[in-house]
């Protein structure tokens, strides 16, 4: 009976041995008690520091790891991790530790996507893959083209803070489309718009402040990525869907992060619908394409 339990034992420990692997943190990243933005912040890990991946649970965009430098255990936002592979975990964490769920929220921490059932998108039927030659990727075409009066949208961002709960104030907040006007998105679908924030639950910005923080902590990703983040990922996926046509004009932003892909007009819906945070990383991460 003993020689089983050894040999039980040791099993267990090669397991954990192979499940365990080496990673680094991409960006700097809290380090927190529970895989949810609400559990206490233990320490921030900065960029390249080294740690182990314990265990992953994707429905909860999490890991759990141990810090190499000092051992301390905790768990951090996947997507901030590059590196090492752990296996899923088949234990579920404790009950005090599991986010509140909200049906429709993409991978990451509450906040950087809308609510799916309130803001699941919607296209606009007059771009499409065939026209985008006379449309968004031609230089005569602005965004102030098709973008609602201040008297519509303003009664839509009233709406659609009530209907996601903001209570506090709308500067904060920018009425965003999720897919956007220079990506084929619809103006004026209630659908498509959401009140996105530029700072967090904790640290409420206006966009000049969140502006202003930016310029002073570059790739910090201690502040929930919000709205002026998604803009840099809008202009980016607008210069990938162009990038082809000899009549569109390059974003802004195409100087310092030109579009290195092509990519379809739905690949980049589908991209800032469900992934534009990634896109984001990538992006910050030595200008990596988006596709």
Known sequence: MKKILILLLACFLSAA??????????????????????????RLLPAGAAITIISRYPRL????????????????????????KAQE???????????????????????????????????????????????????????DSVRPATSVTSKIKHDTMKDYGFTDAANHYELDHLLSLQNGGCPDCK????????????HPMTQIQRSAWNKKNPGSAEILAGALEKDLVENHIHDEICIGFPSAKMSSYAKRYPALVSITLRRGQEILATDWY???????????PCE
Not at 61 to 84: F, I, L, P, S
Not at 106 to 115: A, H, L, N, S, T
Not at 191 to 202: H, M
């Open 17 to 42: 041995s192979v499940s365990a692997q080496s990673a680094l943190i991409s960006h700097n990243s809290n380090l927190r008690s529970g895989p949810s933005p609400s559990s206490r912040n233990i």
């Open 61 to 84: 965009g999490y890991v759990r790891v141990q810090e190499a430098k000092d051992g301390e255990t905790g768990w951090v936002w996947e997507r901030n991790v590059t590196g090492g």
């Open 89 to 143: 975990s088949i234990l579920s964490p404790p009950l005090d530790v599991l986010p509140k769920e909200v049906p429709g929220h993409k991978v990451g921490e509450p906040g950087v996507y809308p609510i799916l059932q309130l803001t699941p998108g919607r296209e606009d039927p007059t771009v499409t893959q065939s026209n985008l030659a006379k449309n968004i990727c031609n230089k005569a075409w602005t965004t």
């Open 191 to 202: 659908e498509n718009l959401w009140p996105e924030a530029y700072g967090d639950q904790k």
């Open 278 to 288: 990634a896109c984001y990383l990538n992006i910050m991460n030595g200008n990596q």
